[in-house]
């Protein structure tokens, strides 16, 4: 069993903080600072640019990508780290299409994060070859899978709502159209168990700042399927995604395998942060993780309901949710800075959801109790209406 006690006390939280903000950007592991002092100190300090063979820098996307790729059921050798969330949503979508000319239809819904949206309506453009992105509701996409499809792109769990797809379902569906698929893990990896080479995934993108506590701005990964890593071609050729990139060849050749999706200089800072981050999960059992996290969100939702009736609950009371849980709130902005006030940290998506993360991993029972007392005082009290909860932050 996963000791949830010991993991907490791998991370820093200010004292009297509950934070259920982990959805957006996980807290810091006591010893990330230390990996980053020493990775600044012994290796740039000491060997400057040796440390890209002595303190082997170059290979870090490939080691920290098999090492997310355990949580996320990726075969071994076929996830790679570096770059941001967009590049690799960009990359996995341009290979996708590629590997179906005859088809013009990209697939996805008004769940998705809208930052995918924006990176397929900018691929679409740059190709001018009449390509359409085709956006339905979460629960008309199963129908709306048709011949016409190249590729399905798909945010697993919705970040306003914490709905799941249904990742095995929709993949087989979509192969049985001949189409393929491309899953954004942002709010799913180290939230719950995926299973990518189970489900038969041709593509998959996520970030690492999340639940897997990497950092401010950490590194995105991207993976792709055995199937097809080696036609793969990819968008974006970058020098790090050459097969020889020493040799200054003026064309470019891809890369063996998933290092064809590498583009940029590793950033070896971050990296060394999100590489710490990662030791916590090494005996963090998935399946334990996942009965924890349905466990805290199902008694927040329950005492919620409960204490709070003018908030509306709008994550799903079934297993099809992620580790989050949102609310809908006439004054939902005003009320989560209230929240933030009484040092329970969630945040606020437009237009009306007060949205909180749970992670086992840091949150337990006695968290989840005091952020639904809070909840409860501030709507009873009005705590949300007073003026300095009504100033709209650049970040919400």
Request: proline share 5%.
């Amino acid at each position: 069993m996963t000791d949830f006690a010991a993991t907490r006390a791998m991370f820093h939280i200010p004292d009297g903080l509950v934070y259920l903000d982990g959805n957006s950007l996980g807290p810091l592991p006591r010893h990330a600072a230390e990996r980053v002092a020493r990775t600044v100190t012994d290796e740039w300090g000491e060997m400057l640019i040796g440390g890209w063979n002595g303190a082997d820098w170059m290979a870090m996307p490939g080691r920290i990508g098999d090492r997310i790729g355990r949580l996320i059921g990726a075969e071994a050798g076929h996830v790679t780290v570096g770059d941001t969330l967009s590049i690799k949503v960009y990359q996995a979508l341009a290979s996708a299409l590629a590997m179906r000319p005859d088809r013009r239809v990209i697939l996805s819904d008004t769940g998705n994060f809208p930052s995918d949206l924006y990176i397929a309506e900018g691929l679409i453009a740059a190709l001018d070859r009449g390509y359409e992105l085709r956006v339905v509701d979460p629960e008309r996409v199963a129908d709306a899978i048709t011949e016409e499809v190249a590729v399905t792109m798909l945010t697993e769990v919705d970040y306003r709502t914490g709905r799941k797809h249904d990742m095995a379902a929709l993949t087989a569906m979509a192969h049985e159209h001949g189409a393929l698929t491309l899953w954004d893990l942002a709010h799913s990896a180290g939230a719950l168990p995926v299973n990518l080479s189970g489900c038969g995934a041709d593509f998959a993108v996520g970030c690492t700042y999340k639940y897997l506590n990497g950092g401010p701005g950490s590194p995105g990964f991207i993976y792709v399927a055995p199937a097809h890593v080696d036609e793969t071609q990819p968008a974006l050729s970058g020098w790090l995604g050459h097969e020889k990139p020493f040799d200054f060849a003026l064309n470019y050749r891809p890369g063996i395998g998933i290092d064809r999706m590498r583009v940029g200089t590793p950033p070896v800072l971050a990296l060394a942060a999100l590489d710490a981050a990662l030791d916590i999960w090494d005996d963090v059992d998935m399946d334990d993780l996942r009965a924890a996290s349905l466990t805290l969100t199902a008694r927040f939702m329950d005492g919620v309901e409960a204490a709070c009736p003018a908030l509306t609950v709008v994550t799903p009371r079934d297993d099809a949710r992620g580790s989050q849980v949102s609310f809908r709130f006439s004054e939902g902005y005003a009320a989560m800075q209230a929240s933030i006030a009484q040092r329970v940290v969630g945040d606020f998506r437009a237009p009306d959801i007060m949205r909180y993360g749970v992670t086992p991993l840091y949150i337990g029972t006695d968290e989840i109790d005091r952020a639904v007392e809070t909840l409860a005082r501030i709507v009873e009290d009005r705590l949300w209406d007073a003026p300095e909860h009504n100033r709209r932050g650049a970040v919400t």
